[in-house]
């Protein structure tokens, strides 16, 4: 995609699932990849593996916990000195949590909301001051079909991705007759470690979603490619996969208090 030639990408949550995706899919187009996250073993690990296909690419690893602030001003800081200037942020990074609202752990929904909301808003607000001295540039947040809908049992997750696809919709308008497309991607369930670390100690496994709505999964590479194509035909919002960007569009005009009813039977049976 001629979109990406040539660009400075900044990748969060690349150490595995999409993220690692996003960067193998952008490695053959960009100049240089900026790849994020806590662990390092794995980011160098995708950095080694995509140096070795793509020799004439630079690819960075920052290690960050990006629910601290201080870490996050710190990558700014050093994006800065090492004069990287980002023109595609892809806030990637995030958690989610399945079970009672009652019986969370505070902790838990605390770096949710810490991720999923503060790192990604602060992370584009530090960089986008940037983007819009040198011009063109895009930014890609990674939010969920969670977000259109007010999911029981992944009630803080849903509001988060409610946040993000809002964000990124009044950014969009904000931004686009200043040079930068902002896009937010809302993927339904894709296969990646994110169910594992959604479910609870000791309960179920909560990708069975996969197995309710066989239909709507899609693959990360899919999820992936969706995505960069909204980008470059500057989509404000993209669902991957047909079947599920159709179910949504109707589920979106149906009156609320049906969806009401609809998730409220849903629920019951959890
Ligand atoms: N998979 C799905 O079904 C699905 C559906 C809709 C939306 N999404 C969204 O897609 C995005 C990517 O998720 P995924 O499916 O690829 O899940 P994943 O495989 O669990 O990836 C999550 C990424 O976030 C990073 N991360 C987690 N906590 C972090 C922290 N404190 N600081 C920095 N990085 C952190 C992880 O890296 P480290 O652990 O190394 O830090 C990892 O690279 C998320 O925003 C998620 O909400 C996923």
Same mark, same amino acid.
């Given at each position: ?28 187009? %960009? ?32 290690? %960050? ?138 309960? #179920? ?5 996969? #197995? ?33 960007? %159709? ?24």
């Amino acid at each position: 995609m001629k979109f990406f030639e040539g660009c400075t990408a900044l990748i969060t949550g690349a150490s595995s699932g999409l993220g690692a995706e996003f960067a193998r899919q952008l490695a053959p187009l %960009a100049s240089r990849l900026v790849l994020v996250a806590r662990r390092k073993d794995l980011l160098e690990e995708l950095a080694s593996t995509l140096r070795s296909i793509h020799p004439q690419l630079d690819i960075r690893v920052f290690e %960050a916990d990006l629910t601290r602030s201080d870490r996050r001003q710190a990558l700014a800081d050093w994006l800065a000195n090492e004069k990287l200037d980002i023109n595609f942020l892809i806030n990637n990074a995030g958690l989610g949590d399945h079970g009672h609202f009652e019986s969370s752990d505070w902790t838990r929904v605390q770096e949710m909301i810490d991720l999923n909301i503060t790192a990604l808003t602060h992370l584009t607000h530090l960089l986008v001051g940037g983007m819009l001295v040198r011009g063109r540039a895009a930014i890609l947040n990674v939010s969920s079909v969670a977000g259109f809908f007010p999911l029981p049992n992944m009630a803080v997750y849903s509001a988060t991705k409610a946040y993000v696809t809002s964000l990124s919709e009044a950014l969009a308008i904000e931004l686009r007759p200043r040079g930068i497309t902002v896009t937010a991607l809302c993927p339904g369930p894709v296969p990646t470690e994110f169910f594992d670390i959604a479910t609870r100690p000791g309960e #179920e496994d909560s990708s069975s979603h996969f #197995e309710t709505f066989p239909a709507f999964v899609v693959s990360a590479a899919e999820a992936v490619r969706d995505g960069l194509r909204a980008v470059a035909n500057d989509r404000a919002r993209i669902i991957p996969g047909p079947l599920l960007a %159709a179910a949504v569009t109707m589920a979106l005009v149906i009156p609320f208090c049906i969806v009401r009813r609809i998730l409220t039977a849903k629920a019951a049976s959890f």
